[in-house]
């Protein structure tokens, strides 16, 4: 069988990546994400994503290595990790009764072969109104607001009921990868389970 190497540190995406029951090994790419213009996320994640691949792939000669990022984009932007509980208390004010779609970038290598797949999967996430207290309630809760891309975690804590619905990819906006994208590029790319 061949060797997975996700490119990535991400917990989430590792354990996201387990519920398909394929062996699979993790390696951070240390990549230079401030090096791109972030203006387009779809263009920005597809090339991060990329990058993330390419400088991981040099180190398997034989394995499917997948490249991820994701973007939040809101109201015309690409919002960043948020930084602080103030500016995170503001975006999720923000989206309080609006939507905002989350982009996921996937770029697979076959070292052996040399082929390489690329995709973007868009979720549009609908919230409900939030309150004040409710906001605060899920920052109080959770000290790791800040590593989410999204802002909040769409899965634990009171944040799990943020959202009233979405369009597109269920994984891809609870673990950053979407497993029904995946399983179809691995095929595409020449994974056969032996």
């Known amino acids: ?93 923000a989206f309080s009764g609006d939507n905002h779609q989350f982009y996921t970038g996937i770029h697979m290598i076959n070292t052996a072969s040399a082929k390489t797949l690329s995709r973007v999967v868009k979720t549009d996430v609908f919230m409900r109104e939030l309150s004040e207290e409710e906001i605060n309630k899920y920052l109080d809760e959770d000290p790791n607001f800040n590593t989410y891309a999204l802002g909040y975690d769409p899965i634990k804590h009171c944040s799990a009921s943020f959202v009233k619905k979405i369009e597109g990819s269920y994984y891809n906006l609870l673990g950053g990868i979407p497993l029904e994208t995946i399983i179809e590029m691995l095929k595409e790319i020449g994974y056969k389970e032996r």
């Open 1 to 93: 069988m061949q060797k997975i190497v996700l490119a990535t540190k991400s917990p989430y995406r590792r354990e996201t990546f387990g519920y398909l029951g394929i062996p699979f090994e993790a390696e951070g790419s240390n990549v230079d994400e401030s090096q791109l213009e972030r203006d387009n996320p779809e263009k920005l994640i597809k090339e991060l994503a990329k990058l993330k691949a390419e400088a991981v792939a040099k180190n398997h000669s034989d394995a499917i290595v997948i490249g991820m990022d994701s973007v939040t984009y809101f109201d015309g932007r690409i919002l960043e990790k948020p930084k602080s509980r103030e500016e995170d208390f503001k975006r999720l004010k």
